[in-house]
């Protein structure tokens, strides 16, 4: 990098707070002025902008907010880099608080060495050649930006900010770098630190910060995965002192992983202290939490009783059946594949190859993401799976296996450093006659492709509950939400899912006493755990062009006025009331 750039680097870096303050206070005047005449706010407004006019129009509520008591609640909020987490964030600290908790919420405060966001973190220790080539502003410039977005959305009256780096100790950053130095790659996820899996947590941010499923062990690889283990190390001996000093009855943390959350979610448990997660779930304008453990977890972990119970009347049939078929034309949720493409079964033949052999299609995810949640049941990892069966299908002439490769790793999508398409070819330089591949870019319906076929192979992905729904039998060979949930055919072990294998194309269609089951569980999954959280525009922002709140005043915030936010605020405070909320409930 030129001596020019790095300049520029770091001028940016240090006018940063002060240009974006400037801009989005310009922003607001010049949308107050579209107001006043009758035109729409059309500027992107900050958080702390936004926070300034609702604060405005709270008074009362503010005049009427209860003195701080129980329980006390620590909102692991920790960087500001993801614009909706912070949205939900502040929503959920801000209605506690109008409800009497005392709530705290934490920051880094750029005092890590690394995290899932920054592998290099503010630059300390120097991560050396592996780091990029910046002067110090602009070395921590990462850091600072995210703490930044953080104090647009959460300095709000009643939340009590604190600080990591307030509990740091002289030397504690070098002293974790010391113990992480020698750990090799094979190791990582088995290290312990006073009893807490920090290297569980090191590795799933190392499938963050790499986006490979499978990290490649080479020298810079192992720098970003010690690096990452030094911090959450750190996390470990700054979390108990943290853990002392505010002593909290609850953590609360989005999704429950990586080194940021992950780690004071398994060290609030070891300490007593109550964990809520959440997060935003896939369809749009939802929420959904958990207690304990991450609601990836819990989908898993929850018994079947208590979904099995929920009754199907028409209007929730009506519902579910229709959420389904409009993904064929519409996007409801966040993330959408499957819109006008080919659903015409000549077609797809025709484009794939296909001949009159019984045909079975294999679904898989995102290699890094579908590893990051999950222990493994039948194969070692996904691309175990995938190989393995891609070998046992070219070894017969009976039965034509299609490779849907997940649509998410085509361009503008799920962001991957290892792309499935280039394993398979690396893999298999010429795959089997029998065996056919679609790419992610290529605009063929996964669900036209799951209908027209026998069995459907899954190892996480979703579409395997709504393939069952169109009565196609699905076998789950990863640890999926649908597993073991009584409509997916679920292998215990290799033998198993190889024998399965032997006569999956002869599978009979799914029974309607089966599809009634996967609808069941559809609908909680949908329209029971997912809960409507109106209190942003779900259609719009960036973490540097924020979302809108939507709402104008705290007392929307008040007891009595959500019935959802009621629902999140009681099961954060009790500790045991389902994070659950259905239209249809009476």
């Not at 900010?161 to 509990?167: C, D, G, M, N, P």
């Not at 294999?362 to 493994?376: G, H, K, S």
């Not at 679609?438 to 076929?453: F, Q, T």
């Not at 939507?550 to 959500?562: A, I």
Request: hydrophobic share 40%; glycine share 6%; aromatic share 10%.
């Amino acid at each position: 990098m030129t001596t020019a750039s790095k300049l520029r680097h770091e001028i940016a870096a240090l006018t940063f707070p002060v240009r974006r303050k400037a801009k989005y206070r310009l922003h607001t005047l010049a949308n107050h002025a579209l107001a006043t005449a009758g035109s729409e706010r059309r500027l992107p407004e900050s958080l702390s902008e936004q926070w300034r006019e609702i604060l405005g129009q709270s008074s009362t509520a503010l005049a009427a907010m209860p003195a701080a008591g129980t329980p006390r609640v620590l909102v692991g909020s920790m960087y500001g880099a993801v614009f909706l987490t912070r949205v939900t964030d502040t929503v959920i600290a801000t209605a506690l608080r109008l409800r009497g908790a005392s709530v705290f919420v934490l920051g880094c405060d750029e005092s890590l060495p690394a995290c899932e966001l920054n592998a290099f973190g503010a630059g300390h220790p120097d991560p050396g050649a592996f780091g990029p080539e910046l002067w110090p502003a602009g070395m921590r410039a990462t850091c600072q930006t995210c703490m930044v977005l953080l104090g647009e959305s959460h300095d709000v009256p009643g939340l009590e900010r604190v600080s990591l780096a307030a509990f740091a100790q002289p030397g504690d950053v070098e002293r974790a770098s010391e113990l992480a130095r020698d750990v090799p790659l094979a190791e990582l996820r088995d290290f312990m630190h006073r009893g807490i899996r920090v290297g569980e947590h090191a590795y799933s941010s190392l499938l963050r910060v790499t986006l490979r499923g499978i990290p490649v062990d080479d020298e810079r690889t192992r720098f970003i995965a010690r690096r990452l283990l030094a911090s959450s190390i750190v996390m470990v001996e700054r979390g108990e002192r943290l853990f002392d000093d505010v002593r909290p009855d609850v953590y609360v943390a989005e999704a429950g992983v990586y080194v940021t959350a992950g780690v004071y979610c398994e060290l609030a448990r070891s300490r007593g202290v109550r964990v809520v997660v959440h997060g935003l779930p896939p369809r749009k304008g939802t929420i959904w939490l958990s207690h304990d453990m991450s609601y990836h977890q819990a989908l898993i972990q929850a018994p079947n009783a208590h979904w099995e119970s929920l009754e199907m009347t028409p209007e929730r049939v009506r519902v579910a059946d229709e959420y389904l078929d409009q993904k064929h034309f519409v996007s409801r949720d966040y993330a959408s594949y499957h819109v006008d493409a080919v659903r015409d079964e000549t077609a797809i033949r025709a484009a794939l190859g296909l001949d009159e052999r019984p045909i079975v299609t294999l679904f898989t995810n995102i290699l890094w993401d579908a590893q990051l949640y999950y222990r493994f049941n039948v194969f070692s990892n996904m691309l175990e799976w995938l190989f393995d069966t891609v070998r046992d299908f070219g070894a017969r002439k009976d039965v034509q296996l299609v490779i849907r490769l997940h649509p998410a790793e085509a361009p503008g999508g799920l962001p991957t450093n290892q792309p499935l398409a280039n394993e398979l070819d690396r893999e298999f330089p010429t795959l089997p006659d029998n065996v056919k591949v679609v790419r992610a870019e290529d605009k063929l319906s996964s669900y036209a492709l799951g209908a027209m076929s026998r069995a459907a192979l899954v190892y996480g992905a979703r579409v395997g509950v709504e393939l069952v729904m169109l009565g196609t039998p699905v076998v789950v060979a990863g640890e999926a939400f649908m597993r073991g949930k009584g409509f997916t055919i679920d292998p215990a072990n290799r033998a198993e899912y190889f024998a399965l294998l032997q006569h999956v194309h002869e599978l009979p269609r799914v029974s309607d006493e089966l599809k009634a089951r996967a609808r069941k569980w559809y609908y909680y999954y949908f329209f029971r755990l997912m809960m409507p959280f109106p209190f942003y525009d779900p259609k719009q922002g960036t973490s540097f062009a924020p979302t809108r709140f939507g709402f104008s005043s705290l007392d929307e915030l008040l007891p009595g006025r959500s019935t959802v936010l009621d629902r999140v605020c009681r099961g954060i405070i009790d500790g045991e009331s389902y994070f659950e909320w259905d239209e249809f409930e009476g």
